[in-house]
């Protein structure tokens, strides 16, 4: 029996009312088996969590991690385990016909956990604009392969912008919600620029599926009228739609931030959009994500909430992974909250300043350590 027990720690899960508890946790053979004060096991393996706090796992649900068939993508473990997120969800970098690959060469050889949004269209993100022509997609196809491979895809990907889906604008949208619906996972959607308007987006999309990008700063298909969030946001989130910040090269403007999150419109979940040309800057990593959000007016409890519990809620995960629970994964964020003076910049070169900065110090994967400071 492999046990691990982490002492000490300041444990920290919203979900489960754990608000920064200082307290034990103990994990046998790759689950949490016991939370609680003086946890005493000699045959453990002890971490001395002392001053650190403990999370569930960060999961980021947006990354690219399939270099061979996208330049754009990199390892898994780079932007996984390296900097403290023990779970990633690729975002439809892979479709029905190189899914098979992706688990093969990528999720099967990852030291994080790896999942797939996978895309609607045949090969993903491997030939682009992937669906401005309908013999580019094929639902029956990727009925069958999800079929074949639920375990792996936690949600559907689709792209909603004039450089993915052409003169056929939200039609292939449309389709993709329904096929997202009838085979039981959440659709995942990118917006940018028009077509499709962001207004029609907002309107198609149903309880659960989940928008990406949600905050970007181009005005000219922008979430924001007067001041304010569109009529059809709001009632897209008054729906059960989710918002996601996705942040990306292009796609997270603090300007966008600051006007709609003081009138409480706040992101469900937080992700980084991570691939080639961004992880050198503006994002960088998962946790840095983070940081931006906290020197925006988010509690740290809330933000740590927003990369654990809610993308497992709302994502279809196979293994039980984004709490502190008895029997839950033994997945955990070590990690420092140092202070000092930080300056940020977002995908349009604004600049912001804030005051914490979140330190992993163990990325903790089914009680194995994979990442130690
Ligand atoms: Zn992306």
């Not at 330049?71 to 892979?94: I, K």
Request: charged share 30%; aromatic share 8%; with cysteine.
């Amino acid at each position: 029996m492999e046990k691990l027990l982490l002492k000490n720690g300041w444990l920290i899960d919203k979900s489960e009312r754990l608000v920064r508890w200082k307290a034990d946790v103990l994990v046998e053979d790759g689950h949490i088996v016991k939370i609680g004060e003086n946890i005493i096991d000699d045959e453990a393996e002890v971490i001395d969590c002392e001053g650190l706090y403990v999370a569930p796992g960060f999961i980021d649900m947006h990354v690219h991690v399939y270099p061979k068939v996208k330049a754009l993508g990199v390892e898994a473990d780079r932007v996984g385990v390296t900097t403290g997120v023990t779970t990633v969800c690729d975002a439809g970098t892979a479709g029905p016909e190189n899914l098979p690959d992706f688990i093969e060469n990528v999720i099967k050889k990852s030291r994080t956990r790896v999942f797939s949004s996978m895309h609607f269209s045949r090969k993903g993100l491997e030939i682009t604009p992937e669906a401005d022509d309908e013999s580019k997609y094929d639902f029956d196809l990727a009925e069958k392969v999800f079929r074949e491979n639920e375990k792996y895809i936690c949600a559907i990907k689709a792209r909603a912008s004039n450089t993915t889906v052409g003169a056929l604008g939200i039609k292939p949208i449309r389709e993709a919600v329904e096929f997202a619906h009838k085979i039981g996972r959440p659709l995942y959607v990118h917006i940018g620029r028009a077509l499709p308007y962001i207004e029609e987006v907002f309107d198609t999309l149903q309880e659960g599926d989940i928008i990406t990008h949600t905050f970007h700063g181009k005005e000219s298909n922008w979430m924001i009228k007067d001041g304010k969030p569109k009529a059809e946001a709001l009632r897209a989130r008054a729906r059960g739609v989710l918002f996601d910040v996705g942040h990306g090269e292009a796609s997270f403007s603090f300007k966008t931030a600051k006007i709609v999150f003081p009138q409480g419109f706040l992101p469900d979940t937080v992700s980084t959009d991570l691939h080639a040309r961004n992880i050198d800057g503006p994002v960088y990593s998962l946790t840095l994500t983070m940081d931006k959000m906290m020197a925006l007016g988010i509690s740290l409890e809330d933000v740590v909430e927003m990369v654990t519990a809610r993308p497992a809620e709302y994502f279809r995960f196979s293994v039980p992974i984004g709490k502190l629970k008895v029997g839950y994964c033994g997945d955990f964020t070590v990690f420092e909250l140092e202070n000092g003076e930080y300056h940020y910049l977002d995908s349009d070169k604004n600049e912001l300043s804030g005051s914490t900065k979140i330190v992993p110090h163990y990325a903790i994967v089914g009680g194995k350590v994979e990442m130690k400071k």
